[in-house]
Nanobody, 124 residues
Framework: QVRLVESGGGSVQVGGSLRLSCAAS????????MGWFRQVAGKEREWLTS???????RYLNSVKGRFTIGKGNAENTLSLQMNSLEPEDTAMYYC??????????????????WGQGTQVTVSS
């Protein structure tokens, strides 16, 4: 099971940008798909985006065009570029990995494990 560690969270003003990174304990792309979730305290965890082993991406409509998922600059990393941030984007953000790509589902990736999260706060 791959271990995931997120970084890059912080505080930003409305309209600003942040880039989150996720470091995996081993190559996550040979056998896995990956993605990002977020969770606000007291609410359910919300899927945001997925990327398949082949590079196919899926996005939640509310973040499409503002958030971009991709391989990170370092080996075995995943990134999430977040632009035009809004107060509603304030949440704990989690990296996730999955064992298979299911084309008929919204998320595509069948997620099996998550990291510990990194906090993002957007203030007006």
């Amino acid at each position: 099971q791959v271990r995931l560690v997120e970084s890059g969270g912080g505080s930003v003003q409305v309209g600003g940008s942040l880039r989150l990174s996720c470091a995996a304990s081993r190559d996550p792309y040979g056998s896995y798909c990956m993605g990002w979730f977020r969770q606000v305290a007291g609410k359910e965890r919300e899927w945001l985006t997925s990327i398949s082993r082949a590079g196919t991406t899926r996005y939640l409509n509310s973040v499409k065009g503002r958030f971009t998922i991709g391989k990170g600059n370092a080996e075995n990393t995943l990134s999430l570029q977040m632009n035009s941030l809004e107060p509603e984007d304030t949440a704990m953000y989690y990296c996730a990995a999955g064992s298979s790509w299911i084309i008929s589902t919204r998320e595509g990736c069948a997620f099996t494990n998550w990291g510990q999260g990194t906090q993002v706060t957007v203030s007006s």
